[in-house]
């Protein structure tokens, strides 16, 4: 299997984590009335499991580095407790696919301007016709994925 079918396989499944992490969240948040208490629980089983697979790897050693790292990096927490927070919130209220919809959405500007400047280390992918008009068709898409029906 070459890296690429690899690689691709790994994120197709990791983007179908992401609507089922957002119904199973929001569930449990409506189960405790609290999808604050919900996200935390849910940090807590990912934190255990990202710290065992670090150890199983041999990458351990790793965490000792951390304090020697740039601070801006770490927003990436932030920003994962604000996703998990808000699709806990918003799901049950909006609907799951809806706000994975926009989620989806804000994923796919943010790629582009990502990639357009080569924004936190990114592989540089300059924005021209192609990749405009494929990325308007997949906006289109989601969006109209979500419309009600006639």
């Not at 808000?86 to 790629?111: C, D, K, Y």
């Not at 990502?114 to 924005?127: E, V």
């Not at 405009?132 to 979500?146: F, H, R, T």
Request: one cysteine or more; charged letters at 10%.
């Amino acid at each position: 299997m070459s890296e690429t079918v690899k690689y691709a396989l790994i994120m197709l499944a990791a983007g179908v984590g992401v609507p089922v992490l957002a119904a199973l969240n929001a569930q449990l948040g409506g189960r405790i009335a609290s999808p604050a208490a919900a996200g935390a629980m849910m940090f807590l089983i990912a934190c255990v499991a990202a710290t065992l697979v670090a150890a199983a790897v041999g990458e351990g050693q790793a965490f000792a580095q951390l304090g020697a790292q740039p601070k801006h990096l770490f927003l990436a927490g932030l920003l994962i407790a604000f996703y998990l927070l808000s699709i806990s919130w918003v799901a049950p209220r909006f609907g799951v696919g809806n706000a994975v919809m926009f989620v989806l959405l804000g994923q796919i500007v943010a790629i582009s301007v990502i990639d357009h400047f080569g924004l936190f280390g990114a592989r540089l992918r300059p924005m021209d016709l192609t990749r405009s008009a494929g990325i308007v068709l997949m906006s289109l898409g989601v969006i109209l994925a979500q419309r009600p029906a006639p």
